[in-house]
């Protein structure tokens, strides 16, 4: 859920998705 409203930014989507990744694998 947190990769889709991430991909709303738009410029910081990818930065953010990195991030919301690394927390999901946690």
Known sequence: MYL???NDDG???PG???LA???AEL
């Open 21 to 23: 990744a690394a927390l």
């Open 16 to 18: 953010i998705r990195c």
């Open 4 to 6: 889709l409203v991430s």
């Open 11 to 13: 410029v910081d989507a």
